[in-house]
């Protein structure tokens, strides 16, 4: 059964930082696209970043370019997201998400296979 578990949202003023990790079973990287999602309030779901091990591709979206990391950590089954110099609008939930990650960044979030539970990052000026 796959599933993922991600942590490490919380509050921060602007400038701050917060690290993002995603705990995931049932797959391995070499099976799945897997990144993370951010949804803001009254607004829709949209990419932020992906790894894809068998394309050799790590993603991050513009919006986001140059704060934000993406890593994998293999050996603990775990990916996670360095997000730096956070700004206000950053605040939202983000999801953790795996299968159809890398399409559903061009595609929409309906191609994601598998959704973490959010974790909520809230970021004030």
């Known amino acids: 059964e796959v599933q993922l578990q991600a942590s490490g949202g919380g509050s921060v003023q602007a400038g701050g930082s917060l690290r993002l990790s995603c705990a995931f079973y049932?797959?391995?990287?070499?099976?799945?696209?897997v990144g993370w999602f951010r949804q803001a309030p009254g607004k829709g779901r949209e990419g932020v970043a992906y790894?894809?091990?068998?394309?050799?591709?790590?993603y991050v979206a513009d919006s986001v370019k140059g704060r934000f990391t993406i890593s994998a950590d293999n050996a603990k089954n775990s990916f996670h997201l360095q997000m730096n110099n956070l700004k206000p609008e950053d605040t939202g939930v983000y999801f953790c998400?795996?299968?159809?990650?890398?399409?559903?960044?061009?595609?929409?979030?309906?191609?994601?296979?598998?959704w973490g539970r959010g974790t909520q990052v809230t970021v004030s000026s």
């Open positions: 998400a795996a299968d159809g990650v890398r399409a559903a960044f061009t595609h929409g979030p309906g191609y994601v296979g598998y």
């Open positions: 049932g797959f391995r990287f070499e099976d799945y696209s």
């Open positions: 790894f894809a091990k068998n394309e050799g591709e790590l």
